[in-house]
T-cell receptor
Framework: AQSVTQLDSHVSVSEGTPVLLRCNYSSSYSPSLFWYVQHPNKGLQLLLKYTSAATLVKGINGFEAEFKKSETSFHLTKPSAHMSDAAEYFCVVSEGNTGFQKLVFGTGTRLLVSP | SAVISQKPSRDICQRGTSLTIQCQVDSQVTMMFWYRQQPGQSLTLIATANQGSEATYESGFVIDKFPISRPNLTFSTLTVSNMSPEDSSIYLC???????????FGPGTRLTVL
């Protein structure tokens, strides 16, 4: 079965510094991988997705992630953090290679951004 | 993408009662999904609802506790039955709309059981 491990439950950065949120996955198939963001008291928003077209994936709000098969990683990065980036981030893998795909969520990383 | 609404947005309920949560999508979809997010936790899939058939439940979730209806291609309900404080969670519905099966989520229903 597919699974994801988010290596940090909390990450703290200063505004203007780089962001790195780490994610490792386990998959029996060629996986589809996603990053979702959840702002306080708001719903989940899709940040970006990897679907085997390109290993470096660009998402919304300046975020990007690189798929590294040899390391089974899909880390999320951003060159310069903004205060508005403070939120919970979920790394997600889809399970199933045909038909609909069930999403398996990581435990989440809370990003804290200080002035 | 998809525009998804949920009702109610939040509720406070008494132990032993039931609450039905509605999920409405702005266009027809085949699959709808219901998730639970317990306080401070990640999302767990409760069940998958396909129009015209019984919902498929994940391990640990049963139909008697979480009955689901899917009367048409734009609407679904989830009922949380005989509630206890342990059912206090955010319940989210989602739909599978993207070309790579990415899911889009509703805003969630925040349930508190006293």
């Amino acid at each position: 079965a597919q699974s994801v491990t988010q290596l940090d439950s909390h990450v703290s950065v200063s505004e203007g510094t780089p962001v790195l949120l780490r994610c490792n996955y386990s998959s029996s198939y060629s996986p589809s991988l996603f990053w979702y963001v959840q702002h306080p008291n708001k719903g989940l928003q899709l940040l970006l997705k990897y679907t085997s077209a390109a290993t470096l994936v660009k998402g919304i709000n300046g975020f990007e992630a690189e798929f590294k098969k040899s390391e089974t990683s899909f880390h999320l990065t951003k060159p310069s953090a903004h205060m508005s980036d403070a939120a919970e981030y979920f790394c997600v893998v889809s399970e199933g290679n045909t038909g609909f795909q069930k999403l398996v969520f990581g435990t989440g990383t809370r990003l804290l951004v200080s002035p | 993408s998809a525009v998804i609404s949920q009702k109610p947005s939040r509720d406070i309920c008494q132990r032993g009662t039931s609450l039905t949560i509605q999920c409405q999508v702005d266009s027809q979809v085949t699959m709808m999904f219901w998730y639970r997010q317990q306080p401070g936790q990640s999302l767990t899939l409760i069940a998958t609802a396909n129009q015209g058939s019984e919902a498929t439940y994940e391990s640990g979730f049963v139909i008697d506790k979480f009955p689901i209806s899917r009367p048409n291609l734009t609407f679904s309900t989830l009922t949380v039955s005989n509630m206890s404080p342990e059912d206090s969670s955010i319940y989210l519905c989602s739909v599978d709309r993207g070309p790579y099966n990415e899911q889009f989520f509703g805003p969630g229903t925040r349930l508190t059981v006293l």
